[in-house]
């Protein structure tokens, strides 16, 4: 058996996190009060901000950004590529709010930084660009093959404090209800690369 053709997904760690957690969650109330009304796309419920803080330096894009240039530079990207942030947003769901499913259109990669996550905020999941076309095939392997070579329908993953997570941004994704009583806070960032 091989696998062939896979969907990759990188999962990278936030250097120093802990320390910076209060800054960064000060910063996104800090600008909720500034635009209580945010914008909705796959928001159902929660705020979300306007995409433009890739625009001017602040916590959070040099957090985001540092963290991928460090992670890209170690033998994952060609660097001599220019890597474009094509919006940059926050995101609070409330107890009740989730993320409908939805892909990042007009881009290479998407990602999720997870800022606040209490248990039971809601996972994040991502939907198999397979599972239309081998959905027969996926619900005959044995439970044990599937574990072995990820081959799933749809595929959850706990949104870890202090991690961001990249994926080809045509997968379609979703965030399932938020069930705890304090914010589940996250950034999203889209990214381009020029060739």
Same mark, same amino acid.
């Given at each position: 058996?091989?696998?062939? /053709? ?9 250097? $120093? ?10 910063? *996104? ?25 890739? !625009?001017?330096?602040? &916590? +959070? ?6 963290? +991928?240039?460090?992670? #890209? ?10 890597? *474009? #942030?094509?919006? +940059?947003?926050?995101?609070? $769901? ?15 990669? @998407?990602? @999720? #930084?997870? &800022? ?16 239309? $076309? ?5 619900? *005959? ?16 993953? +706990? ?7 990249? /994926?080809? @941004? ?10 705890? !009583? ?12 020029? &060739?």
């Amino acid at each position: 058996m091989k696998l062939l /053709f896979p969907t990759v997904i990188h999962e990278l760690k936030v250097d $120093n996190f802990g320390s910076i957690k209060k800054d960064l969650v000060n910063f *996104v109330y800090e600008e909720r009060e500034k635009d209580p009304q945010g914008l909705k796309f796959s928001n159902m419920g929660g705020w979300q901000s306007q995409p433009t803080y890739k !625009d001017y330096d602040n &916590i +959070l894009f040099s957090t985001v950004k540092n963290t +991928l240039m460090t992670y #890209f530079s170690q033998n994952v990207l060609d660097m001599s590529k220019e890597i *474009v #942030f094509e919006g +940059l947003w926050m995101n609070i $769901n409330k107890k009740g709010d989730y993320n409908a499913t939805h892909d990042h259109p007009n881009c290479h990669m @998407a990602g @999720a #930084f997870w &800022i606040n996550s209490p248990e039971g905020c809601g996972n994040f999941e991502c939907q198999s660009p397979h599972s239309y $076309n081998c959905g027969q095939e996926i619900s *005959v392997y044995t439970p044990n093959f599937r574990e072995k070579t990820n081959s799933y329908g749809s595929y959850g993953f +706990l949104p870890i404090e202090g991690s961001i997570m990249l /994926f080809p @941004a045509s997968l379609n994704h979703r965030v399932t209800p938020n069930q705890s !009583d304090e914010d589940r806070i996250s950034s999203s960032f889209n990214l381009t690369f020029k &060739i």
